[in-house]
């Protein structure tokens, strides 16, 4: 079956610090692959997304690209600040699985200034 | 708000007994989704409707766990006779479209089930 693997956390970094979460994947066929972000005390979010490969996804300064031939996902952020600071989920969604999301364990990201 | 609502945001249960979760999704949303979130892990798939329409059941972990979303929109999950391992956060989850792979889920807050 579809598997997403993330990279253990917790990271911890200084503000302003270049920021790298990869995220592997698992599954056949053609996935969506999604970042979602859990601040504290907040539900989940969806940060960005890629739906082909070759896409790049983008918001508030983070990026990932949609690597089929190492079906990777990784996430990065050229300068962190201490409000990026949350548990951040890969996920993926495939075809014929009615677009159900599969979850990595998640990454619990610690800015510090 | 136009965003997920779910209620309670937290219930307390004594094993055996009976609980009923609930999440309004958001309005002309078609897909529904349920996921349980374990302490320290990614979400894991329940259950998805397609409107009124159970469409995928799979990761339902026993027949204690029942859904349903009669109407198209509100939607409830119940656990039967709780037992400490139905311990979680449960996360219902919402999309605009009908089962397509890159459509966005908009998630809510999530109720917090802690089993006695």
């Known amino acids: 079956g579809d598997s997403v693997t993330q990279m253990e956390g917790p990271v911890t970094l200084s503000e302003e610090a270049f920021l790298t979460i990869n995220c592997t994947y698992t599954?056949?066929?053609?996935?969506?692959l999604f970042w979602y972000v859990q601040y504290p005390g907040e539900g989940l979010q969806l940060l960005l997304k890629?739906?082909?490969?070759?896409d790049k996804g983008s918001n508030k300064g983070f990026e990932a690209t949609y690597r089929k031939e190492t079906t990777s996902f990784h996430l990065e952020k050229g300068s962190v600040q201490v409000s990026d600071s949350a548990v951040y989920f890969c996920?993926?969604?495939?075809?014929?699985?009615?677009?159900?999301?599969?979850f990595g364990t998640g990454t619990r990201l610690q800015v510090t200034l | 708000g136009a965003g997920v609502s779910q209620s309670p945001r937290y219930k307390v249960a004594k094993r055996g007994q009976d609980v009923a979760l609930r999440c309004d999704p958001i309005?002309?949303?078609?897909?529904l989704f349920w996921y349980q979130q374990a302490l320290g892990q990614g979400p894991e798939f329940l259950t998805y409707?397609?409107?009124?329409?159970?469409?995928?059941k799979s990761g339902l972990p026993s027949d204690r766990f029942f859904a349903e979303r009669p109407e198209g929109s509100v939607s409830t999950l119940k656990i039967q006779r709780t037992q400490q391992e139905d311990s979680a956060v449960y996360l219902c989850?919402?999309?605009?479209?009908?089962?397509?792979?890159?459509?966005?889920?908009?998630f809510g807050p999530g109720t917090r089930l802690t089993v006695l």
């Open positions: 996920a993926l969604s495939n075809t014929g699985t009615a677009s159900k999301l599969t």
């Open positions: 989850a919402s999309s605009l479209l009908q089962g397509i792979r890159g459509d966005t889920q908009y």
């Open positions: 890629a739906t082909k490969a070759d």
């Open positions: 309005s002309g949303h078609v897909s």
């Open positions: 409707f397609q409107n009124e329409a159970q469409l995928d």
């Open positions: 599954a056949t066929g053609y996935p969506s």
